[in-house]
């Protein structure tokens, strides 16, 4: 691995949105679309250098777009299990997957992402 390669940062959105009771339910997909544009301006406070940035949505939260300086996947499922195939697919690139789910951190951890919770991209 290069030391320049960007660290692979998996955001979890459901996960991150429903960790704040902010009325989020009311419009998932707006939820994450604001999420995805904190995450476009601010980054990801806990990585210091370069990060290529995947914000994984499923279910309602489905259709949100792209957008410059991160790349949104829909989950055709599971986001969970979309999580763990995003991170299966880095290869031996630095992983950090932010979540709150106890069996996700787990699977990921096993495959050897970095964990760390909602708080570390939420205000």
Do not use: C, F
């Amino acid at each position: 691995m290069n030391a320049h390669t960007p660290v692979l940062v998996v955001v979890d959105a459901a996960n991150v949105v429903g960790s704040v009771p902010d009325g989020w339910w009311r419009d998932r997909k707006g939820a994450a679309e604001r999420l995805r544009d904190r995450l476009a301006v601010e980054g990801v406070p806990a990585v210091p250098g370069p990060a290529e940035i995947v914000l994984v949505v499923e279910g309602a939260a489905r259709g949100v777009e792209s957008v410059p300086g991160v790349r949104v996947s829909s989950a055709p499922g599971s986001g969970d299990d979309h999580i763990v195939e995003v991170v299966a697919s880095a290869g031996d690139r630095p992983v950090l997957v932010i979540t709150a789910d106890r069996e996700l951190r787990r699977r990921v951890g096993e495959l050897g992402a970095d964990v760390a919770g909602p708080r570390s991209v939420r205000p």
